[in-house]
């Protein structure tokens, strides 16, 4: 069971490195300007493909809440996966 659990660990924390990517890179990507050659567009558009359906749970969530120009959906993602991860570990 030492390995599921590990296994389960690694895709946790691999998982918030994502997001984590994601949000800085988002400082970064002008999504407005377009260049097929853009290697930061293209580390981008691969972020948003894994992590978009972790990350829109959460802002659906956040929509009743007023949080004006920010985007606190992957702030929230983030800590759903290591509360699920902590928990997942206590148990086993």
Do not use: H, K
């Not at 030492?2 to 400082?27: D, P, T």
């Not at 009743?64 to 959906?73: C, E, P, Q, V």
């Not at 290591?82 to 086993?92: K, P, T």
Request: hydrophobic share 60%; aromatic share 12%; charged share 15%.
């Amino acid at each position: 069971m030492g390995v599921l659990v590990e296994a389960v660990v690694l895709f946790c924390n691999v998982l918030s490195l994502l997001l984590l990517a994601r949000a800085v890179l988002s400082w970064f990507v002008n999504p407005y300007r377009y260049t097929p050659n853009d290697f930061l567009r293209q580390i981008n558009a691969f972020l948003m493909r894994v992590t978009e359906p972790i990350v829109a749970p959460c802002r659906r969530l956040l929509r009743n809440f007023n949080t004006g120009m920010f985007d606190f959906s992957i702030v929230v993602a983030m800590l759903a996966i290591q509360l699920i991860r902590n928990m997942i570990v206590r148990i086993f």
